[in-house]
């Protein structure tokens, strides 16, 4: 969702939902880019990327 010129990403694991944008954490997990093809989350105890693609298309 584009709000205020910046995106909001909607994540959800094990049952619980999280709105975030860039630089926002939640469960551990540090949103740090949301692009036209994917969404990269950093988890903060190991420094892992983890990268979510995008089905469809993201518009400005």
């Not at 910046?6 to 926002?24: D, S, Y």
Request: net charge negative; proline share 2%.
């Amino acid at each position: 969702m584009l709000e205020a010129g910046r995106w909001q990403v909607f994540l959800e694991r094990n049952g619980v939902a999280w709105a975030l944008r860039e630089g926002e954490v939640a469960d551990g997990f540090k949103l740090v880019k949301v692009s036209s093809n994917e969404v990269r989350l950093l988890r903060e105890t190991d420094k892992t990327e983890l990268v979510i693609p995008i089905d469809g298309d993201k518009r400005d």
